[in-house]
């Protein structure tokens, strides 16, 4: 038999959408025609890219988490708060953002498990109360502001062996994604993957539905921490760093083929549906399209990703009127005995 | 509608491929007002592709459909429908919270001053009902407050109303009890007497023996035989649907010396549902539980399994005393439940063949992990599940294939407790008989094989006792090969007192 990447349904076409974009940026940008530029690329997506799949984690398993847009200001605002431009508190305060995200992740998760809240309006409460919080911390104005420790993560470089100087937020994020492929293949990440797809089925086969639930929102939580840690670094203090961020790592989630309700996508799809739209902005950008359209163009990628995914779904149920395939790698005789 | 004419719609030389794949070739068929002409063969045969030419569904590449002599073309469902055929899928369509008459006049509501015309739509269902001899039916109770065979009926009368003259039936026993399938073979009888043509697509063999006129066979999309029922016996429809001889034989039973310690025992176990159960399963039998639908056959299983469990007196687990509130307490221990309901909640369907194998692995046991790729292929070679390959989705599989993918999934554990609620519902003849060997075989490997089932032969044929339930409890046991008449007298609630 000849090797064939197996991918998961709907990943091919987010990886085919990624290589033109990324073609047609090479194409209409000077800046992309070496490494340097998508290098840069990258560094701008990274902190989409993780969010991203941390909402694929809630996503596959059946769930959404809106609050992580909400969650990544609320984590820059404190942080710019706490450190306040001293440089030797962040030590302490980066592991309290993570620690923070971790927390919110856990409350969302405990309410949407054990109270039985669909995840759609408990993260969206969450989103409020965080919103409401932060504004009412700052007063609108954040305060503070971040030291050059905290920041280098966002927008400084490592120096790498051969490669040079790479960015940290991409070396965070490649680490990031190696652990979460790790896990999705893992025993632990296959079962999250089949309980967006039959909660039952998990729970009569002996597992911990509620459990691993919890622990895609609370991995979403931290990511989410980890990704406003490099927003804070690249783009400073705002009190509106994370604006629309949930909707954006949705809408990558779902550009990368992975299907909204759970069950089936992969985590490499959807962290290259992020770079996707990230690579989208940019070629728009190029062209001199307004960046006032940005959200319309989301707004129709999410709308035309969701139409594609149950159009896929029509052609699959004509496919599953094929007789019993018989080129089976398997006997079809019964047991001899 | 209820004219006498006798409609007759004839197919002939019917084909249909799917991406090249041939499906049906050159089929014919004919059905004849007042004939119950039944359909059988083997999943993935062309049955149900056969059934959806007929309804319209699907366009045949090449062939003719007359009905009533003249050549039609169907461009959808409604086309057909106009021409007077429908068909009663196995799953219902209704709307659970709507009315009977609202339920079968939905989306063509009799209008009266701009508004429905309730009164009209409830006297005309009225008036279909009572045509059928079906006058227990309120027109007006909305569906949810009906049994399945009821909501059967008010699928047919939906067809009936709008002037169906043929009607296609799917597996129509498949959601019913023992004691609404009698309920059926009235309700089919009495269509076919009022001059229905009638296409029954069934696995049953008596079923199809009972009600049947005319029974055509399809094999790999051929048609192999179509005779009068009168003609044809059980031996000869299973051979013309597997080509083989594979009469309703099952794997020998357990010698007394295969019997080993005491599995599984209850002691008085009861819940909301159940009471006083008093059982043991030996390790190496393999002990049928019989009883009518809401006797309480898979509550049992389904409390020793831990969904809904004993709140009254105990439950021992090779020896030792076991309280199980959870499915996990109960894997751990080594009890498997392979469910009735294999993709309501026995599958995650949209997952890998091999992703479903591990899954209880995965699930519930710690630190196992996915180490054991050489593991899952054994497995599947075991329980001889026909795929493209261990990454194909298991919803693409056919029946038998799906329901051995269950079992591979708790193999993959070595349980020594397996509880079976209906192993063999809607699979094949030779995925059937896959399922039976491999039952019986895990019994001589020393599992505990506690197997519920509503097809009395297969109950019979399998088992080395029967426990029969009725109401609740136990009304007796039964040694191997009890004749279906004593089954059924203790399940009825008959003759208790002789056997206890």
């Given amino acids: 038999m000849t090797w064939r990447p197996r991918l998961a349904e709907g990943t091919a076409p987010a990886l085919l959408f990624l290589l033109l974009l990324l073609i047609g940026l090479a194409i209409v940008g000077p800046a992309y025609s070496e490494p340097a530029g998508y290098l840069a690329l990258l560094k701008r997506a990274a902190p989409l890219m993780i969010l991203a799949i941390g909402q694929y984690l809630v996503i596959v398993s059946g769930g959404f988490d809106l609050s992580v847009g909400a969650l990544v200001t609320a984590g820059v605002v404190i942080a710019a708060r706490l450190i306040d431009g001293n440089n030797s508190a962040t030590a302490w305060v980066i592991p309290l953002v993570l620690g923070f995200g971790l927390l919110v992740g856990l409350v969302n998760g405990l309410i949407t498990t054990k109270l039985l809240v669909p995840s759609f309006i408990v993260t969206l409460g969450m989103l409020l109360v965080l919103d409401g919080a932060t504004f009412l911390w700052t007063g609108g104005a954040p305060r503070g502001a971040l030291s050059e420790g905290f920041r280098m993560f966002g927008r400084g470089s490592a120096d790498v062996p051969v490669l040079g100087a790479v960015p940290w937020s991409v070396l965070i994020l490649l680490a990031i994604l190696v652990a979460a492929v790790l896990f999705m293949r893992g025993g632990t990440g296959r079962a999250l993957v089949a309980v967006g797809d039959n909660e039952a089925t998990v729970r009569l086969a002996g597992g911990q539905v509620d459990r691993l639930r919890l622990l895609a929102f609370t991995l979403s939580g931290l990511l989410a921490a980890v990704a406003a840690i490099l927003l804070g670094g690249f783009a400073g203090v705002s009190a509106q760093v994370g604006n629309g961020l949930e909707f954006r790592a949705i809408t990558a989630v779902v550009l990368g083929g992975v299907l909204l309700g759970g069950g089936r996508g992969s985590v490499v799809a959807a962290a290259a549906g992020a770079l996707s739209l990230e690579a989208l902005f940019t070629l728009l950008n190029l062209l001199g399209v307004s960046g006032a359209l940005k959200s319309a163009v989301q707004g129709v990628i999410i709308i035309v990703a969701v139409a594609y995914a149950s159009l896929g779904g029509g052609v699959r149920q004509r496919l599953r009127l094929w007789p019993k395939p018989r080129d089976s790698v398997r006997s079809a005789q019964p047991a001899s005995s | 509608m209820t004219t006498g004419t006798t409609t007759s719609v004839r197919l002939t030389g019917i084909s249909k491929s799917f991406l090249g794949v041939p499906v049906l070739r050159g089929v014919d068929l004919q059905l004849r007002g007042g004939e119950v002409h039944a359909v059988m063969g083997e999943n993935g045969a062309g049955k149900s592709t056969l059934l959806k030419v007929l309804a319209g569904v699907h366009r045949p590449d090449s062939g003719r459909i007359e009905v009533d002599g003249g050549e039609v073309s169907f461009a959808g469902p409604s086309d057909a429908q106009r021409a007077g055929i429908a068909i009663i899928h196995q799953e219902f369509t209704l709307l659970p919270h709507r009315s009977v008459a609202e339920n079968v006049y939905l989306g063509r509501e009799p209008v009266r001053r701009m508004q429905v015309d309730q009164r009209r739509m409830e006297a005309d269902t009225r008036e ?69 043509a009638i296409l029954y697509v069934s696995h049953r063999m008596r079923e199809v023996f009972d009600l049947s006129d005319r029974i055509t066979v399809l094999k790999d999309g051929q048609l192999v035989t179509c005779a009068p029922t009168s003609e044809l016996t059980s031996e000869d429809l299973v051979r013309h649907m597997v080509g083989r001889d594979l009469g309703e034989y099952y794997p020998d039973r357990a010698a007394p010396d295969d019997l080993g310690p005491v599995r599984l025992a209850l002691r008085g176990a009861g819940n909301a549902r159940v009471r006083d159960l008093n059982l043991e399963v030996r390790a190496g039998e393999i002990v049928g539980l019989a009883g009518l639908q809401g006797s309480g056959r898979s509550a049992v299983a389904r409390a020793v399994f831990g969904v809904e469990p004993f709140t009254r007196g105990a439950m ?185």
């Fill in chain 2, 128 to 196: 279909l009902l009572d045509w059928l001899g079906e006058d227990g039916i309120d027109p007006t109770v909305p569906v949810s407050s009906l049994s399945v065979a009821q909501r059967q009926v008010v699928e047919i009368v939906k067809a009936l109303s709008t002037d169906a003259r043929v009607l296609g039936m799917d597996e129509p026993t498949a959601a019913l009890a023992d004691h609404e399938v009698e309920l059926l073979y009235d309700l089919v009888r009495r269509l076919r007497e009022r001059g229905i």
């Fill in chain 2, 316 to 500: 021992e687990v090779d020896g030792a005393a076991h309280r199980v509130t959870r499915p996990r307490t109960a894997v751990r221990l080594g009890i498997a439940l392979v469910t009735e309901d294999r993709k309501g909640d026995g599958l995650a369907l949209r997952q890998s063949v091999r992703d479903n194998a591990l899954l209880v692995r995965r699930a519930a046991l710690r630190g196992a992990r996915s180490r054991a790729k050489s593991d899952v292929s054994a497995l599947l070679d075991k329980v001889t599940v026909v795929a493209r390959g261990e990454h194909q989705e298991v919803r693409f599989l056919s029946g038998g294939n799906q329901q051995k993918v269950v079992l591979a999934k708790w193999l993959a554990v070595e349980p020594m407790v397996l509880l079976v609620d209906e192993p063999t519902r809607g699979i094949d003849v030779g995925a059937k008989r896959a399922v039976h060997e491999l039952l019986r075989d895990l019994a001589k490997r020393g599992v505990a094989v506690l197997m519920i089932s509503s097809e009395l032969p297969e109950l019979i044929g399998m088992s080395d006792r029967i426990l029969v339930m009725h109401d609740g409890a136990l009304a007796g046991e039964l040694p191997a090969g009890a004749s279906e008449g004593a089954v059924m007298a203790l399940a009825t609630g008959h003759g208790i007192g002789d056997v206890a």
